[in-house]
């Protein structure tokens, strides 16, 4: 079995996001089972979730809140093109 390691680039906001995520449906909610049938995924769940909360000094700032809306919008204007719809691949180029 091949066991390289696997480089993944995110920007920080991508990775804020993520990290929220990640926290809210690993151990805020009662039902990870239910939402993550496979306890194979589990693994790279943690993994990635540890990385990012040892990575971002965000997640410890004051306003959390508001720095991950923030972070949020910024995401949605980039994947929607600012008029929030989607953008046609020739314009998220």
């Known amino acids: 079995m091949d066991e390289e390691a696997i480089?993944?680039?995110?920007?920080?906001?991508?990775?804020?996001?993520?990290?929220?995520?990640?926290?809210?449906?690993?151990?805020?909610?009662?039902?990870?089972?239910?939402?993550?049938?496979?306890?194979?995924?589990?693994?790279?769940?943690?993994?990635?979730?540890?990385?990012?909360?040892?990575?971002l000094s965000e997640i410890f700032m004051p306003e959390y809140g508001p720095r991950l809306e923030a972070a949020k919008d910024r995401l949605r204007a980039n994947l929607y093109g600012g008029a929030g719809e989607p953008a046609t691949p020739s314009e998220s180029g």
């Not at 906001?13 to 009662?30: G, I, N, R």
């Open 7 to 55: 480089t993944i680039r995110l920007t920080r906001d991508q990775a804020f996001v993520l990290s929220d995520w990640l926290y809210q449906v690993m151990f805020e909610s009662d039902d990870l089972e239910g939402i993550v049938r496979d306890r194979a995924v589990w693994s790279p769940m943690y993994a990635i979730s540890g990385t990012l909360d040892k990575t």
